[in-house]
């Protein structure tokens, strides 16, 4: 807690508040009912990606009033400001996804302007999607400000009411949104009635909170507190547990107490932390969107990080916790059974994370560790040296189909299904794909190709777990594979490769398959390869078209699509931390 009058000659909220010349700036504040100690004290931005999109932003705004109190109790000056969400749910399996990265960058730019705009001192994030919580993290690290992270929760377990006309499969697990998904593609195929569905779709999702598995919310959420910038088991309890805003009270107290330390954003965020938080991804079977993530995080610090980063550490690190969508429990079983910090001292024991790191409490990783006292159940967690799978539950490939790498989901994946070879059935954008699915115009065996879906040629890098979810509906999800230049739902099970690079939007070999191509996927070697020789890859560069043209002619999309960069560096839009020729802080 501070103490005695602030001294702001050091913090941006100086060119606000201090000085005669600043007297018309103050009078805004006078208006908005602060007091002039309120004005004199460090102003902490509160951050929410509140909105009424979907339930897993419906309850940040109550969990920001946590934080206000939290910062106010430390003698500084909360402001709540609130920025975009596109939520991939809603926005899956149509034309919607296109906004859905370019929400990431939209999120960082936004919390970086209204921070920027108004001086703040420090910031507190409060964001509950997939793409929210890395768009709020890249905006903090882009800022260098004192930052806490916190995740607004996740969803509780669907449960089916006791006597429903249901399948039983569905009616003996938890439900989540995947579920839905999967609900679909049986009732494609003519095994869930109307009736049955629409039982499903009113109780799958239950609360406020983001989708319960091991999806890219709830992995970004291990994330933010494996990288240091979210306290310790914060992230946790789902949405609707009010225990939630005791964190969120205690992130307003840690972000003064960095703020007072002068600890920001990348003295927290550093190459090992980035290592750490890819180890948590891995030994939990997370999502392949946190390969595209980190290294987009690494990139507002200005560090070297990419997707064959994220990969290597996926290779080495065991997979030992039992998440769905490859395994059995949601994320509320993660929190009974102690949450990252229990997960986070079993990769210690086998000396997998750098203990020197320091996080949002002002302690080490290795002193938050410390004061754990739980242990792995062995039933959601396994003891690191009896893991489900000996290396991690996403993987990298590299090949002469994708030189510039890929990534798959192998969570849930028998060692003896992770391999895969079959001709190309190549379709020219998601839907086309989904209606040969919805059809069964596919057949056994194949490898299903959905190219120009990458981040320009979208243009926006849709996700495709309308698709993937329809063949595991169909029971085809181990009899084909899957490759797209687009991205994977976290949701997605099933041997799907995405992120594959170069794109086809920037000619990469994915633009250059035909129909019966021989490709091979081999996810316990790290391959993705076409057989096809040097000279017959080069010779259809030679006569490939090039790009295909797009709707998207203006506006937000084609801006995201002039802009944007390669996966294989995080789909970013900017140059990055190493291109600065100033600090925020510093003006």
């Not at 499969?169 to 998904?181: E, G, I, K, N, P």
């Not at 242990?375 to 000996?390: C, E, N, S, Y």
């Not at 999309?557 to 600090?583: M, N």
Request: net charge negative; aromatic share 6%.
């Amino acid at each position: 807690m501070l103490k005695g009058k602030p001294d702001k000659s050091k913090l941006p909220s100086r060119h606000v508040t201090e000085g005669p010349e600043r007297a018309p700036h103050r009078s805004y504040y006078y208006a908005m009912g602060l007091s002039e100690t309120e004005i004199a004290q460090p102003f902490v931005g509160v951050a929410t990606c509140w909105n009424e999109a979907a339930p897993c932003n419906i309850a940040l705004s109550r969990q920001a009033q946590a934080v206000k109190l939290g910062v106010k109790a430390a003698s500084g000056t909360p402001r709540e400001f609130t920025t975009i969400t596109v939520t991939d749910g809603i926005a899956m399996g149509h034309e919607g996804m296109r906004s859905s990265l370019a929400s990431r960058e939209a999120i960082a730019d936004t919390v970086e302007l209204t921070m920027r705009g108004h001086c703040y001192d420090a910031i507190v994030g409060l964001a509950g999607c997939d793409k929210s919580l890395p768009g709020m993290m890249m905006a903090m690290v882009r800022l260098d400000v004192p930052s806490v992270f916190i995740y607004g929760g996740s969803i509780l377990p669907g449960k089916v009411p006791a006597g429903a006309d249901v399948p039983e499969d569905f009616a003996s697990r938890d439900l989540t949104v995947q579920d839905m998904f999967e609900a679909v593609g049986r009732h494609q195929n003519g095994t869930l009635s109307d009736a049955a569905l629409a039982i499903l779709e009113r109780v799958a999702c239950p609360s406020a909170g983001a989708c319960g598995g091991q999806f890219t919310a709830n992995t970004m959420a291990c994330v933010s507190e494996a990288i240091g910038l979210a306290l310790f088991n914060s992230s946790g309890a789902p949405a609707p547990y009010e225990s939630r805003d005791q964190y969120a009270s205690a992130s307003g107290e840690a972000v003064m107490a960095l703020l007072e330390k002068g600890i920001t954003a990348r003295h927290v965020v550093t190459r090992k932390s980035l290592e750490n938080a890819a180890r948590v991804v891995a030994c939990t079977g997370g999502s392949t969107n946190a390969g595209l993530h980190l290294p987009a995080i690494a990139h507002e610090a200005g560090i070297d990080f990419d997707l064959f980063d994220v990969c290597d550490i996926f290779r080495d690190t065991p997979y030992f916790v039992d998440l769905k969508p490859g395994g059995q429990f949601v994320a509320k079983d993660l929190y009974d059974a102690g949450g990252v910090p229990v997960v986070m001292k079993e990769l210690r024991r086998a000396g997998l994370i750098h203990e020197d790191c320091i996080t949002a409490s002002g302690r080490t990783i290795g002193e938050e560790l410390d004061m754990v006292e739980r242990k792995a159940d062995g039933r959601v967690i396994h003891p690191v040296d009896a893991p489900l799978t000996a290396t991690g539950g996403v993987v990298g490939l590299r090949g002469n189909l994708a030189p510039e790498g890929a990534i798959v989901k192998v969570a849930g994946i028998a060692a003896e299904d992770q391999v895969f070879t079959g001709p190309a059935r190549v379709f020219e954008n998601e839907e086309e794909a989904f209606a040969a699915v919805k059809a069964r115009t596919y057949r056994e065996g194949e490898v299903l190709v959905i190219r120009n879906e990458g981040p320009a040629g979208g243009p926006g890098m849709r996700e495709m777990l309308a698709t993937t979810a329809a063949l595991s509906g169909q029971g085809m999800g181990k009899k084909v594979a899957l490759i797209t230049d687009g991205r994977f739902s976290g949701a997605t099970r099933g041997f799907c490769v995405g992120h594959v690079g170069p794109e086809a939007a920037h000619g990469g070999p994915i633009a250059l398959l035909r129909d019966g191509d021989t490709i091979t996927i081999d996810a316990v070697e790290g391959r993705l390869s076409v057989d096809l020789s040097d000279e017959e890859l080069a010779a259809r560069r030679e006569a490939w078209a090039g790009p295909r043209e797009t709707i998207y002619a203006s506006g937000s999309l084609w801006k995201f699509a002039q802009l944007v960069g390669s996966t294989r560096l995080g789909a970013v839009t900017h140059p990055g931390g190493k291109a600065e020729k100033h600090k925020y802080m510093d003006l």
